[in-house]
Every structure is written in C-alpha cells, then in structure tokens.
DNA sequence: TACACTTTTCAGTAATTCTTGAAAATTCAA
DNA sequence: TTGAATTTTCAAGAATTACTGAAAAGTGTA
C-alpha cells in the first residue's frame, strides 16, 4: 500500500508528536495510520505503507494493544490479525484519559500519599509537604471530576463543553437554590 | 544543601515521570526541587543538592524559563539568580496546559485544518478526511472549553469540579428554560 | 576600562532509546 | 504430529538524547 499525501502528512505529523510524547516515532505512526484507514490492516501493510520493519511494527501494535487503543480481527480465509482503531473518537480519547491516569497520575497519587503520611519535624519537610498536600489535593480533585465527567453521555458532554464557561451562570443559579434550601447541598 | 529522603522520594519521582513525557529527567526533579524548596534557590545549589553539571541545571533553568514556570529573583548585594517556582498551584496548572496547547495542540490542529481545505477525490482520502474532521472537532471543543472553564475564578472552579456529573441535572434544568423561551439560548 | 563573578554555549562523550534481522515461539490446518 | 504461516523475542548496531567540562560571553562594580 502507499500513502496518498494527504495521510502521509497525518501520519509524519503524529510520528512527530509522538516523539514529544513519551511515545515513540514509530507507535504514533502506526496509530495515525490505524486511525484514517478505511480497512483494517495487518502488520505487514502497516510495515510496508511505513518503511518499518515488521519487528518494529509487531513491538508498535503490542504497545498500542498494551494503550487497549486497537481492535483486532480476522478475515476468513486469512490467518493474519488485521488492526483498527476504533470507529468512535470519544471513546479514543476516554481510553487514553484512563491509561494516563493509571500510568502516570495514579503513581503519583501514591507517591505523594506516602509522603503525606510521614510525620515530619524540620521546617524543610513541613513546607514541603504543605506543598504535596496542594498537589495533591488538586490531582485528586481534577481527576476525580474528569472521571465524573467521562461517565455522561458523549451528547451532554457536549452540550457542557458548549456551554463553557457560561456554566458558572447555572452554579450561581445552583447557589441560590443551596441558599433557600437552608444551606443543604452536594456534600462532595 | 542535602535533600531529606522526603524531598529525594518527591525528586525522584517526578525526575522519573518527565522521562515518560517529552521532559528530560534533569527538568522533572529541578523543577520538583523548587517546587517544594521553602526559599528560592541558585543555580548551584540547584547542582550540588541533584548532583548535576552547573551546565546541566542551567540548560534545565533555560527550559523551564521557555515553558513560563519559573520565576527569577535577586538577592541584596547578590549577583546570583534565584529561582523558584509560583505560590499558586493552579497557576502552575495553568501555565503548563496552555503551554502544551501551543507547543501540541495548536500546531496539531493547524495541519488538520490544511488536511481538511483540499478537495480529494480517493476513496482513501475522502474516509481520511471525515476522520481527520472528527479529530478536529473534538480536539477543538475540548480545547476551547478548557480555555473558557480556565478563566473561571478558581473558587467557582472547584465547586464546578466538586459538582462532577450532577452538573448534568443543571444542564436538563438549562435545555427545560431553552425550551419554555421558545428555543432560544447560547449561540455557540 | 579592568576585573571578579556568573551564566551560557558547545563539542565531545556517555547513556538511553530505537530499529532491525535472525531465530524462536506460536498457531492452525491437514 | 507435521509443517507452513505468522507473530514474538532478542542481541546487536544505529540513532537520538542527555550530560559534562572547558571556554566564551555576559554583567555589574570599582
């Protein structure tokens, strides 16, 4: 197969930031590749359409099927696995969100939890952990609420996202109501 | 100056996490380093406290100087600059997406923008495009409604944040009023 | 201007990461 | 079970990125 310059382009560009990415030239490559295709293809395709090996391209695919971004299947008739990625693009980036998470936020989550729990008595370790706490705090509270966000329908994800900052209408709105109730409200 | 383990475990770890993002080590625990530092610090004890190069830190300083991270004091009748890394959490937070934004997203959505105005005519190219635009779309929602939620006030921020998904019934509550005023509401 | 101090640059080396071909392992049909 | 097709592993070389010491450049003071 070869590239028109239209997806040659596409996929030079993800090889590029993937680079800037922890993920490698090739990883992003092969995703970006994945991602326009209108066919699943094997591993031998994606290695010819790239100019990679096809070692490299096997350690890509497991890489991405590590991310759980590809799909696999088979043709009848065909013993090879042909990739996808998935037709839905939220669901995409969900997947990626949560990887991340697990990869990177998750770690550090423990790590500065850790840290909080030590007892501590020279002024050094009092201020820094004042600092952990702030990141912490902030980490949890951000990731707590992505996780929150990611679980609504895509539609009303999207209504959200429109509606933009204008949502902080609606929470002075909601501050009122707290207000009438007696001061009841959320406990989160 | 010698790190407490506190400190080095903190140091460490984000020396270990900038690896998994495009970051080089020597950056994750300079910045780790000011981040919790009580005092702002020179670029020696900056080297002495990490045991890097005096050229390794300042080459670090330079990248973090060129992604807003740092800032840079004086002391009296002291020619050395000081470094340290802002009060604020969030400001922090919001430096480093709006960075990534122009370094990443930005240019990402410039060549989607060029990949989407030529009219092709393959089957290939049309099916390239229609995912391109999904990409686009999402990318560009995401991103506008990060910028907007961004300038919220970090107070109205938070509670938006510990709100989480029970945003949803204030939207119900929004498209309830759309309604009864005959269909009008945000144009965006 | 001269000088002491500080920061930056840069070429060379070290370390890490990427990529490959060949061999090993796996899979499935006969 | 055999054997062809396919995928995976892995050691070694290639490429890239990180790090250093030494030299150059910059800065402020006397």
Known sequence: MNLTPLIQTFVLHFGEMGSRWGINRTVGQIYALLYVAREPLNADE???????????VSMGLKELESWRLTRVQHKPGD???????????????RTLAEERRKREVDPTLSMLREALMQSVSGAEDQH??????????????TTSWFADV???EP??????????????????????????????????
Chains 1, 2 share one sequence.
């Open 155 to 188: 539609k009303n994800l999207v209504s959200l996202m429109k509606l933009g900052a204008r949502v902080q209408k609606f929470l002075e709105m909601k501050d009122k109501l707290k207000l009438v109730a007696g001061g009841k409200g959320p406990s989160a």
């Open 128 to 141: 820094a952990q004042k600092r952990m706490r702030e990141m912490h705090d902030l980490i949890e509270l």
């Open 79 to 93: 013993r090879r696995e042909y990739f996808s990625a998935p037709e839905d693009i939220w669901a995409i980036f």
């Open 150 to 152: 990611q679980k609504m």
């Open 46 to 56: 994606i290695a010819e359409a790239l100019g990679f090996s096809r070692s490299n």
